[in-house]
């Protein structure tokens, strides 16, 4: 396994450190300020009080020389790190080469989607045909597309919680309030369905003794008569649910839900944009489960510091399309194909087993918050696999009422302000979610966890009913 030692290396030392009286600066607030003037406030980061100047590694630097330890890597996309050496050799030896191929076949797609098919989960390994897309949207958006043409149905049923993108077919397929409301109309035949969210279970069940009612609910919509579900085409599925709160069903859910698709001749499209490339503890989410996906999803972390993602279905598929159907001009980038290859052997290195250590690590992490939530008021449920753990703020235990806006906009606020940087999440925006590059030091993890007790502990003395 790597050292601790050398994964220091890959980061600046010293974080956090904050320089200035507030954060962010005075040089960070001007270019907020001329970014709310210049820039959409659409994207996903337009209130968040920082501005990135530079990166290395878990650590970040903004431009008044305030030094972060960043525990959300970049919303999971910096898997290895920032500007990780092995990333940056291969980017400079690349570029001397050919960049830009259009959607015609170079010799780096071609080798990517060997690489790829060769990490699959085992129905899919070496066993599969990949789409690339620049981004989880694009790919969920081809995946959707893709399940309508290979059944000829039109329906998909999606899950309450889900993030699938905020493109006119993904929005759709996402939940949150603020990606649908107002945009309409999205596409057409998206059913919604309860996941398996045993803190707060919509059936009023508590797991075991549930039976896992909400993996028997998908079968009941899919194959009982008159449910409005009689056209579907796929189900679309995260294996781990990122923005709906950072949560981790049994994997019985997804057996179910698996078991209900073949009953009806639909397809199980996994979703691991978020949850894969390593960050649960293995490869892929999924492969904590017994489903073979016909589908697979994937992006962030694969692509790192380079745009990349893309969706990988079964080879038998392939006679079904039309060469030429679907072209995606700047797919498969040659630059942005030798990263993503890069990441996916630094990620797998049986040497450094970092997917081994994420594990190890995270369940070490996540012990020590349960420890600290049995004394505190306020952390109603901690949760996750790997270097994917949820905390779920409260503001009272007993009801599990969400701690609301202003208490957590404190505790983002605060963390900033101490040199962390958190990305919330839930239905609610009450869960803090850890979620950092897998080449994080534990040194650096158990100061960010550090820092997020003390935070939260400060914001529960002022808060806690």
């Known amino acids: 396994m790597i050292s601790e030692t050398e994964l220091a290396k890959l980061s600046w030392s010293g974080a956090p450190k904050i320089i200035t009286r507030t954060v962010p600066g005075p040089k960070g607030k001007k270019l907020l300020a001329d970014a709310w003037k210049t820039e959409s406030m659409t994207r996903g980061g337009g209130d968040y009080p920082l501005v990135f100047d530079k990166g290395l590694g878990v650590t970040v630097k903004d431009p008044d020389g305030n030094l972060y330890i960043d525990v959300s890597a970049g919303v ?6 920032r500007r990780h050496p092995k990333v940056v050799k291969v980017i400079k030896q690349q570029v001397d080469g050919l960049m830009h191929a259009s959607d015609i076949s170079n010799t780096k797609r071609t080798e990517l989607a060997r690489k790829v098919a060769s990490v699959m989960p085992p129905n899919l390994r070496n066993n599969c045909i990949s789409y690339f897309a620049q ?80 993996g028997k609910y998908v079968d009941y919509v899919l194959n009982t008569p008159y449910t409005g579900a009689d056209d579907v085409a796929a189900v679309i599925v995260e294996p781990q649910q990122g ?168 505790v983002v606020g605060g963390l900033v302000s101490n040199g962390i940087i958190m990305v919330p999440c839930g239905r609610s925006g009450n869960v803090l979610r850890l979620m950092p590059s897998l080449t994080v030091t534990s040194a650096y993890l158990n100061k960010a966890t550090d820092i997020l007790l003390k935070v939260v502990k400060q914001v529960e003395a002022k808060t806690a009913k």
């Open 76 to 81: 999971g996309v910096n898997s290895v790190g």
């Open 135 to 214: 981004s989880g949207s694009g790919a969920v958006e081809t995946a959707i597309k893709f399940a309508r043409h290979i059944t000829g149905r039109s329906q998909i049923i999606a899950f309450h919680g889900a993030y699938h993108g905020v493109w006119c077919g993904t929005a759709a397929l996402t939940t949150g309030n603020r990606y649908r409301h107002g945009w309409g109309p999205l596409i057409p035949g998206v059913i919604h369905v309860p996941y398996a969210y045993c803190y707060r279970c919509c059936f009023g069940l508590e797991y075991p003794s549930c039976g896992v009612q909400c």
């Open 243 to 410: 923005e709906g709160g950072y949560l981790v069903p049994p994997p019985a859910f997804f057996e179910l839900i698996k078991a209900a698709c073949e009953k009806n001749g639909c397809l199980y499209i996994d979703d691991e944009v978020q949850a894969g490339a390593g960050r649960s503890g293995k490869m892929w989410a999924i492969e904590y489960t017994k489903v073979k996906p016909d589908m697979l999803t994937w992006g962030k972390g694969m692509g790192g510091d380079m745009p990349m993602a893309g969706v990988s279905f079964r080879a038998d598929f392939a006679d079904k399309f039309v060469v030429g159907s679907q072209p995606n001009t700047f797919a498969a980038n040659a630059v942005a194909a030798m990263v993503c290859m890069t990441n996916i052997d630094i990620i797998t290195n049986k040497e450094d087993n970092l997917i081994g250590r994420a594990a190890k690590l995270g369940e070490e992490i996540k012990a020590r918050i349960q420890g600290a939530a049995k004394k505190s008021k306020i952390i109603g449920d901690v949760r996750g696999r790997g270097l994917w753990i949820g905390v779920e703020l409260v503001k009272n235990k007993k009801t599990k009422e969400p701690l609301g806006d202003k208490a957590m906009g404190e």
